[in-house]
């Protein structure tokens, strides 16, 4: 398994403001990926992290809303921009660990946010 | 593309019964599958996989799931459950080889005292 903290744990933050959610893991991965979980919701992948190449978005998110820095290989921010109430959600982190190729996902404790 | 179905937004369970929570799937190529557990305002929790081999497959807690290639389906089960099971089951499917991983909608289980 893995260690991964997550910071932080939860917010309150202003609508228009901004909020950087650190992802630290304690061996060295390759690939991070970030999610979103909206209340009474499934996970929905927002972007995967390389090290040393821009991130990999998915379809409804772009890098202006959800800039991402992997500067290396057990470390990576999202930055959830210019937020409103519709980004109230939580936000996890989560490594591919467990053997070859990486198979299980490993996640952080996740930020909760809340937008007022 | 692939993707998970849970059709059972809840699964209420008496203590001590045996509990199934349905997951079926749909995927390119072999799949890796997953289960994962959400406790209250904790994040997700691994519990067990199946990539290949026996299609039976134990994990944490007294957990197993069943690999049924026929009906693409890997359905989570516990002979006995227990109060403290409670919580918001996630199946998650991923194409080998390729590191997306795809949740479903979740399922939460109530175990009844």
């Known amino acids: 398994s893995a260690v991964i903290s997550q910071k932080p744990s939860r917010d309150i933050c202003q609508r228009g403001t901004s909020l950087t959610i650190q992802c630290q893991v304690d061996s060295q991965v390759t690939m991070m990926f970030w999610y979103r979980q909206q209340p009474g919701q499934s996970l929905t992948l927002i972007a995967t992290a390389n090290q040393g190449s821009e991130a990999t978005y998915e379809s409804g998110f772009v890098i202006d809303k959800f800039p991402i820095s992997r500067p290396n290989l057990t470390f990576s921010t999202l930055t959830v921009s210019n937020m409103s109430p519709e980004d109230s959600s939580i936000y996890l982190c989560?490594?591919?660990?467990?053997?070859?190729?990486?198979?299980?996902?490993?996640f952080g404790q996740g930020t909760r946010l809340t937008v007022v | 593309a692939q993707s998970v179905a849970q059709p059972e937004d809840q699964v209420n369970v008496a203590e001590g019964n045996p509990l199934t929570v349905k997951c079926t799937y749909s995927?390119?190529?072999?799949?890796?599958l997953f289960w994962y557990v959400q406790y209250p305002n904790r994040g997700l929790q691994f519990l067990l996989k199946y990539i290949t081999g026996d299609n039976l497959v134990k994990g944490s807690y007294g957990f197993e799931a069943e690999f049924n290639k026929s009906q693409t389906s890997f359905h989570l089960k516990k002979p006995s459950a227990l109060v403290s099971d409670s919580a918001l089951y996630f199946c998650a499917v991923r194409a080998g080889g390729y590191q997306k991983v795809t949740f479903g909608i979740g399922t939460k289980l109530q175990v009844i005292p």
């Open positions: 995927v390119s190529g072999n799949p890796y």
């Open positions: 989560s490594v591919p660990l467990g053997g070859s190729g990486g198979t299980e996902a490993f």
